[in-house]
């Protein structure tokens, strides 16, 4: 009976790897192996026949690069001074890990136009000062979005690891006669780098999967991401082959880089001593202004979006072309009356595909954490394994595999949940171990002893435990799917638009004010969840982030 | 209800552990399973809650077979290391919920929670969260939610290890005058051999998932039946020497450094090598030279306040613990030559 019972997990975990294997795994496989075409229409002889795409590779490699050192530059001295140091404004520097939840690249994207595009405001008020500035497509803007989307991921990735430094270390280099500067540099420094380059590798592969801001801002650089995106849904006939290979160098692209970014990450587990951490040294007069203005000016920068955001919902607008200065509630009418479709699919999908990830995920890693069995290793590595796929290409996934077939999804609203679960499925579960893995299995075990069946006891003392993690997790599940773009705009079909997808094509036909007013939702539809979870329910959202 | 163990096998991470164990538990008895870290002791104590499968064999409480009953239906109650309180109950709610599982009615669960917390002494806290206690209440509490379900068997995990030395004194008599008052089989382990020996009716000592000897208190500090259980149990000089053959009881001459000694065999020896068994503080020391002792050097005197520790190295190299009490007899400076003696009543001759 004894064997009996255990089979019970077994058995959740075989289903659970099945769901996997039909969901994530056999849809990865079509990709992989739609590159290779039929017969002489091979993706890889047509990869290496047409130089454009050799340059996309080349330039989603250099766009890569650049930001990767731009977020670095950004990152890691506030995260520094953040840590170390005390200065004026410190403490708005707090909101920035909020920012890139806030703010999806959509949005981001637009915004950034709407200040420096060739119609911006920004633009015109330069313009009609006789101040000409290069234009904002491109590189200039790819490389200045992308940095202020992403630097946050250094910051909290390095700001961990300084706060985690046991000072300690540091102190006895110093009474070992070393200078505070130099001890700082040969001791802090190589303890602190591999979480710095773990997070600089993050932005690389995020940089490398990244669609709304390459697609909206870079036109004139072909990027894998978009050059995948056109060949799934290229108007006059989409080219399956060509859409998988070019999805499969995205992908070995960033195995690569998340292969080199595991070797980094395991040769620093020396490095897990806590210990004592430092404390914040005052920075007063010249030094401490001069921080302090950089830093608010950083959190003031990236908070434009949200402003303009709501200067272009209110700005009155004929066609394209923005009356900057002139005000009006027209674009919110007009969203609320005629087309409020985009806000209530958001809110449905997001809504079931939250309680369905966050069930899964729960389940799973309790599988994984606490009834390891001979499924439970093949489950860790395949709900990791979207952290690999960027949304581009699980989309791509989905539609090759559920098009037709054994399970004809397209055309539904499932596929669009489906797509936004998958994506999210990672951060589910790290966010559910993590808190499993503070539960002593002892307590299961007191419960078990005192006359509670084990599934009882998941239920009466496991999921009470795990509740606050998975609200957390839940809000973070809401507010990174209702923005979700590059997968849900592959799968979708007409009428099922979202948020982010509807912004998307106002963005393409250059109605600004349409799409903020749509943005100004999306961004109220992020917000209040945040503050009602973080303020009402104190529920720590970042406790298990990062 | 007795608890008896058959012929059981045990694996654990693909190794097995335990092999062929057999032991009878006395009802009512408070049974301790004492060993170092890695011996097979929790494993041992895991299996008969049913945490651990058992690979072949049979475990019966009172007559009733359990070998593959699951934990939840074996009626125990278990006491944790890390006191395993479930932290979103309160006191109350954590010593009501085997009560609670068991569908008794709210005002019984009322009343029995109650007695069981004033029992640890704890009657007023009901109301708090775990994280509001000390590590003593904490396992007060483990307690009293083992104890309140009136369960067939107790079994204890190694419960005073996370405590402070004087609060593992105070919950080590809470433990034993609970268990004596209701009289509810109990297994604790411990790698404590000083807990073991002051709470335990009977002790099995462990090692390598084996039970090396089982007995009363006395019984395993006065006859080891193995130098193992010697060493554990009284961290006794161990020192080998030669031997003739003798029956079990017997005591008679063995010969350590060329100098002959009087030692009881606890068990029928073969002649040949054999280990003398003598504790620090049944050795004396005598002036250089008395008859019937052992030449030997001070090489390190320690004063510890009660009795004072030697380390005497003999001629040929061999270093001994000597305990004497403090006062008269600490009057040897080291470098002094000195004689050892041997009480033959108190030093033991096992086989290697």
Redesign the interface.
């Known amino acids: 009976?004894?064997?009996q019972?255990r089979s019970v997990w077994f058995w959740f975990s075989a289903l659970a790897l099945g769901i996997l294997a039909v969901f994530l795994l056999y849809p990865l496989l079509r990709v992989l192996t739609g590159s290779l075409g039929s017969g002489s229409h091979s993706g890889w002889a047509l990869l290496a026949a047409d130089p454009k795409y050799f340059a996309a590779i080349l330039n989603t490699i250099v766009l890569g690069v650049a930001v990767t050192l731009t977020t670095t530059l950004i990152g890691v001295p506030l995260a520094y001074f953040t840590a170390r140091f005390e200065f004026p404004g410190k403490s708005i520097v707090a909101v920035l890990p909020l920012i890139t939840l806030v703010i999806p690249e959509v949005i981001a994207a637009q915004t950034w136009l709407m200040m420096l595009g060739n119609n911006g405001f920004i633009t015109r008020y330069l313009g009609a000062r006789g101040i000409d500035i290069p234009s904002f497509y491109g590189w200039p803007g790819l490389i200045t979005v992308m940095t202020f989307t992403y630097y946050t991921y250094i910051y909290i990735g390095t700001l961990a690891a300084i706060r985690g430094f046991d000072v300690q270390l540091e102190e006895a280099a110093q009474s070992l006669g070393t200078s505070p500067a130099r001890s700082r540099l040969r001791v802090m420094l190589p303890v602190v780098l591999p979480s710095v380059l773990a997070s600089a590798l993050l932005v690389f592969t995020l940089v490398v999967g990244n669609f709304a801001t390459a697609t909206i801002l870079g036109s004139r650089v072909p990027l894998l991401s978009v050059l995948t995106y056109q060949a799934a849904v290229a108007e006059g006939g989409s080219d399956p082959v060509m859409q998988s290979t070019l999805a499969t160098v995205s992908i070995a692209l960033v195995m690569i880089v998340l292969f080199v970014q595991r070797w980094i990450v395991s040769r620093g587990r020396h490095e897990v001593t806590q210990g004592r951490g430092a404390r914040a040294e005052r920075l007063r007069g010249l030094p401490g202004l001069f921080i302090g203005l950089l830093a608010g000016l950083l959190v003031v920068v990236s908070l434009l979006p949200l402003g303009s955001i709501v200067i272009g919902a209110f700005t009155v607008s004929r066609g394209p072309v923005m009356r900057w200065g002139e005000w009006t509630t027209a674009h919110v009418e007009r969203l609320v009356r005629i087309a409020p479709d985009p806000v209530l699919n958001t809110l449905a999908y997001s809504a079931v595909a939250t309680v369905i990830g966050i069930t899964f995920s729960a389940l799973v890693s309790y599988l994984i954490v606490k009834k390891r069995n001979i499924l439970t290793p093949a489950l860790d590595y395949l709900t990791a394994l979207p952290l690999a796929l960027s949304g581009t290409i699980i989309g791509l996934g989905l539609v090759m595999s559920f098009n037709t077939g054994f399970l004809p999804l397209t055309g539904t609203a499932s596929i669009i949940v489906l797509a936004y679960v998958v994506r999210r499925l990672p951060f589910g579960i790290r966010n559910s171990s993590s808190t499993l893995y503070n539960i002593?299995n002892?307590?299961e075990?007191?419960?078990?002893?005192?006359?509670?069946?084990?599934v009882a006891?998941f239920f009466k003392?496991v999921l009470?435990?795990m509740l606050p993690a998975v609200a957390a997790a839940a809000v973070l599940t809401w507010t990174t799917t209702v923005a979700e773009l590059s997968a849900s705009i592959i799968v979708y079909s007409g009428g099922r638009e979202t948020m982010p997808i509807q912004i998307y094509k106002l963005i393409d036909s250059n109605l600004m004010a349409s799409a903020s007013a749509y943005g100004l939702v999306l961004v109220a539809v992020i917000l209040i969840p945040i503050i009602v979870a973080t303020r009402v329910f104190k529920i720590d959202l970042f406790s298990s982030k990062a | 209800m007795g608890i008896a163990i058959e012929n059981l096998a045990v694996a654990y991470g693909g190794q097995r552990v335990i092999d062929g164990l057999e032991l009878t538990i006395e009802p009512g008895s408070f049974f301790t399973l004492l060993g170092p870290s890695g011996c097979g002791k929790t494993t041992l104590l895991r299996t008969i809650a049913g945490f651990v499968p058992a690979e072949r064999g049979h475990l019966r409480f009172g007559g009733t077979e359990v070998t593959h009953l699951p934990p939840h239906k074996r009626d125990i109650g278990m006491v944790f290391q890390d006191y395993a309180l479930f932290p979103d109950k309160t006191v109350f709610d954590n010593v009501a919920y085997g009560l609670r599982a068991r569908k008794q009615a709210e005002g019984v669960i009322k009343s029995k929670v109650q007695a069981a917390l004033e029992r640890v002494g704890l009657g007023h806290l009901g109301q708090r969260h775990p994280a509001a206690l000390s590590g003593g209440q904490r396992q007060r509490v483990a307690l009293a939610r083992a104890l309140v379900i009136q369960p067939q068997v107790l079994l204890m995990d190694e419960p005073l290890s996370n405590l402070d030395a004087k609060l593992r004194l105070q919950v080590r008599e809470t433990i034993v005058e609970l268990q004596r008052e209701a009289k509810i089989t109990t297994v604790f382990v411990t790698h404590d051999r000083e807990e073991a020996l002051a709470m335990s009716d009977r002790i099995g000592v462990m090692n390598q998932g084996r039970l090396e000897q089982v007995g009363t208190a006395a019984q395993i500090y006065r006859e080891p039946r193995t130098s193992y259980v010697a060493d554990f149990v009284g961290g006794a000089n161990l020192v080998e020497v030669e031997t003739m053959a003798r029956q079990a009881g017997e005591t008679g001459p063995v010969v350590l450094d060329g100098t002959a000694i009087a030692a009881r065999a606890p068990a029928a020896l073969a002649a040949g090598r054999a280990t003398l068994v003598a504790r620090p503080e049944d050795i004396l020391l005598a002036e250089p030279g008395t008859a019937g002792t052992l030449p030997g050097r001070i090489a390190h005197r320690q004063y510890l306040g009660g009795k004072t520790s030697y380390k005497v190295v003999l001629d040929s190299g061999r270093v001994l613990a000597v305990d004497l009490q403090s006062g008269a007899h600490d009057r040897f400076e080291p470098g002094a030559k000195v004689g050892l003696g041997f009480d033959p009543a108190r030093t033991l001759v096992l086989a290697s």
Do not use: D, H, K, Y
């Open positions: 009976m004894s064997r019972f002593p002892s307590i075990e007191a419960s078990v002893s005192l006359g509670v069946p084990p006891t003392v009470p435990l």
